[in-house]
């Protein structure tokens, strides 16, 4: 694969999307996952605002193509590190609804058993380690996940998100350094949303292609991606994941994408230009993928996987109401204590 | 006759035989690291095991939590504990904390070893970081003071699942041409062996005073203790091991028989274990208090580099014996 994050050209994220390199199972499949993150936040969003989950929610909507995009090309075996804005890229690797809502609502019955919340949503039986709240503090971790199952022969590969507002950060420079020097199987997904709450990416570095930097800075390979074209996403994160697999070691994928709403609910975002927001609105990765899906033929199983998903979330929604409160109960530690 | 970074070395050594899962990094620890640590580990369990990093601890200890995560026990050697605060975040909110965030689904078998405390280097080399470590929640901290325990307690570290800061004081190590103090070598068996977590010990029995500390500060507590008794003040001093969990029980066992608690560390008053040690005795023992309780510890402010500056900073054995003369003639 050609790795050219430093020299492509411009990305057409206004361009129709194109589902036929994908196949009709794996768009529909797309579609569906994004759907289901789309409709689980409106529902956060909600009960959030309703009194009925405490504690504060960061909200992916705008960027659920990453999230499909990023982990379609992974195995059921394979590891990823969720950001603070994680609902959707842990949905999207295999945490049930169920479980996650019922993790917000602080249930027993949730992913983390109600040690985690929103901001550390995680179930390690697929593969989500509890999201690390720390901007960049991730990326040395996903690499050291990927040193474990080098170092253990597993075939596994890290897959680790994060975002622009991660980029001028310690940890991120050193963690690159060492996936690269120890030549690990890692893929860094780097969302990139243009903001850090209210700071634009070039009130933040003069070098605003993260793709440019890490291929000059670590000889990391990198490419750019329309993050809002859960295609493209998935077929570049695809090259990297097989390519690390075979031992060709880490890659970084940065997606072009938008927060479309604040950072958090008390955001009302004002700090960006209203051009702008309209823009990237008509930019929306959902409606974009269902014209493409329609012009397709595609019409009646996007229906049908939009109604699935209304019926999964109202489910997760009864299951986490229902389920006792969060015991705070640790299973016990083991070793010399 | 073993040296207690010797002795950390086999207990080290000794895991990395008995279990594959164990490997250590850090910076120069091909060569032996900056205390000799490693020394001549790289020939024995070569560079996939022995691994060299750049210069760069935050990255080395999120790596090494995140293989930790993933089935791996590292060990991360630290040239110089004051250089732990480069990986704050990795230490304090990260490798603490994933276990309980995700409720129990994963652990973070990790061990830290730290080389503490003043000895000629400057300010910035002179931290007593175990004092600044202290107050983490989640952190099992050790702080051997003989060969026999610093050996037990890196097996007992590294067969813990969770993480442990392991902090050893410069000035008991005996390499690179440092004086060893006289009694920080000693015989230790050449077999693994465990020293439990959060348990203190007893190392000279008394009947009228208790000194309670750590570290370098065990040692002159010890070197008190004999000039003590020759004026006929007999002083129990118990020497604490581990400071998180921090064995209270000893200590306040050990004041119901002498009725007088002097803690000694070398590092500052501010956040030191010995506050918890006399707030817990003020608690559950101050029945059998003779005399106030004193507290002996290093300065308020940082380390100059003059050696006699540095020295009188930091309790010597001379302030532990004037200390306890003054609560002894108060009783």
């Known amino acids: 694969m ?30 569906r996952g994004m759907k289901l993150i789309r409709e689980f936040e409106e529902r956060v969003n909600r009960l959030f605002l309703q009194g009925k989950i405490p504690g504060t929610i960061h909200l992916s909507m705008g960027q659920e193509a990453c999230a499909v995009g990023g982990t379609a090309p992974l195995r059921a075996t394979d590891r990823i590190t969720v950001t603070h804005r994680g609902h959707g890229q842990a949905l999207a690797k295999g945490v049930t609804a169920r479980k996650l809502m019922a993790e917000l609502f602080a249930r027993e019955t949730g992913c983390c058993r109600g040690f985690g919340g929103s901001l550390h ?12 709240g720390i901007v960049g503090a991730a990326i040395p971790i996903a690499a050291g996940m990927a040193y474990a199952a080098k170092q253990l022969g597993e075939d ?45 990416i070039d009130r933040q570095t003069l070098v605003t292609s993260i793709a440019a930097k890490v291929e000059a800075a670590y000889a990391l390979p990198a490419v750019t991606v329309d993050g809002n074209d859960a295609g493209a996403v998935y077929l570049a994160v695809r090259d990297a994941v097989e390519r690390a697999r075979a031992g060709g070691g880490p890659a970084l994928v940065e997606c072009l994408t938008y927060r479309q709403g604040g950072h958090k609910r008390d ?31 595609l019409e009646a199983e996007a229906d049908a996987a939009e109604a699935a998903v209304v019926a999964e979330i109202d489910d997760a929604v009864e299951f986490a109401e229902a389920s006792p409160p969060a015991s705070g109960i640790l299973p016990p530690l083991g070793g010399a204590a | 006759m073993t040296t207690i970074i010797e002795a950390l070395r086999q207990g080290l050594a000794g895991e990395m035989d008995r279990d594959p899962r164990v490997f250590v990094m850090g910076e120069d620890i091909g060569i032996g690291g900056s205390f000799h640590l490693t020394l001549g580990l790289l020939d024995r369990f070569g560079q996939d095991r022995i691994r060299d990093t750049p210069v760069s601890e935050a990255g080395f200890v999120g790596l090494a939590i995140g293989a930790a995560v993933a089935g791996l026990r590292p060990v991360c050697d630290f040239q110089y504990g004051d250089f732990l605060l480069c990986a704050a975040d990795q230490v304090i909110q990260q490798a603490t904390k994933l276990r309980l965030m995700s409720g129990g689904q994963v652990t973070v078998p990790l061990v830290l070893h730290a080389p503490t405390g003043a000895s000629g280097r400057g300010a910035q080399h002179a931290n007593s970081i175990e004092n600044i470590f202290y107050g983490v929640p989640g952190l099992i901290l050790g702080v051997p003071s003989t060969p026999y325990d610093a050996k037990g307690m890196m097996v007992a570290a590294i067969r813990h699942d969770g993480p442990v800061l392991i902090c050893s004081q410069k000035h008991l190590y005996g390499t690179k041409g440092r004086a060893v103090e006289a009694s920080a070598t000693g015989d230790v068996p050449e077999e693994q062996y465990e020293i439990p977590i959060g348990k203190a010990v007893v190392r000279r029995p008394g009947a009228d005073v208790t000194i309670a500390s750590c570290l370098l500060m065990a040692h002159r507590a010890m070197s008190a203790a004999e000039t003590l008794a020759a004026e006929g003040i007999e002083a129990e001093v118990v020497d604490m091991r581990w400071l998180a969990p921090l064995d209270v029980d000893t200590v306040i066992d050990s004041v119901r028989k002498t009725g007088r608690l002097v803690v000694v560390e070398e590092g500052p008053e501010r956040n030191g274990w010995g506050g918890a040690v006399a707030a817990a005795v003020a608690d559950r023992a101050i029945d059998a208090l003779d005399a106030p309780v004193k507290r002996l510890c290093g300065p308020d402010t940082p380390i100059p580099f003059a050696p006699h500056l540095e020295a009188k900073l930091i309790p010597s054995a001379e302030r532990i014996v004037q200390t306890v003369r003054q609560i002894v003639g108060a009783g």
């Open chain 1, 267 to 297: 955001d009302p975002a004002t700090y960006r230009p209203r051009d702008e927001v309209e823009l990237w609105l008509s930019r929306d990765p959902i409606r974009r993928f269902r014209r493409a899906l329609d012009a397709a033929g």
């Open chain 1, 2 to 31: 050609a790795m050219t994050g430093a020299s492509q050209g411009p990305i057409g994220l206004d361009a129709p999307i194109d589902i036929g390199r994908l196949g009709p199972k794996l768009a529909l499949e797309l579609y």
């Open chain 1, 121 to 132: 949503v995680g179930d390690w039986s697929v593969g989500v380690l509890p999201g690390i």
């Open chain 1, 156 to 200: 596994r590969v890290a897959l680790c998100f994060t975002g622009d507002g991660a980029m001028a950060e310690g940890d991120t420079h050193e963690g690159f350094n060492l996936a690269t020097l120890w030549h690990l199987p890692v893929v860094y997904v780097v969302e990139n949303n243009l903001y850090s709450i209210s700071t634009r």
